[in-house]
């Protein structure tokens, strides 16, 4: 069982930057991938970002690619989100997921998920 609580997110303007925190649960996180996710009400959950246990490639977003960097501290039991650049379309919650290993873009991989944190972009 991996328990996921994720912290960092608020009102930032248009431009702005955030850091997303994940804190993860569990002895043997560095074989987890860890993935972020974002849903804004009635939308479907959306991929953002996800690295893998292990070898720690990374997977963006279109959306989110060159704006977003995505890592972890296998130390801490902890992965992240940096987000520069921000718009108001990346107003949504934000949501970090864990399953083993391998990391995969659809949320419905995944097996173990935070509460969300809000984040809101102002123009």
């Known amino acids: 069982q991996v328990q996921l609580v994720e912290s960092g997110g608020g009102l930032v303007q248009a431009g702005g930057s955030l850091r997303l925190s994940c804190a993860a649960s569990?002895?043997?996180?560095?074989?987890?991938?860890m993935g972020w996710f974002r849903q804004a009400p009635g939308k479907e959950r959306e991929f953002v970002a996800a690295?893998?246990?292990?070898?720690?490639?990374?997977y963006y977003a279109d959306s989110v690619r060159g704006r977003f960097t995505i890592s972890r501290d296998n130390a801490k039991n902890t992965v992240y989100l940096q987000m520069n650049s921000l718009k108001p379309e990346d107003t949504d919650v934000y949501y970090c997921a864990a399953r083993y290993l391998v990391a995969f873009t659809t949320s419905g991989r995944y097996d173990y998920w935070g509460q969300g944190t809000q984040v809101t972009v102002s123009s």
């Open positions: 690295i893998s246990g292990g070898n720690g490639q990374t």
């Open positions: 569990g002895r043997t996180f560095s074989g987890y991938a």
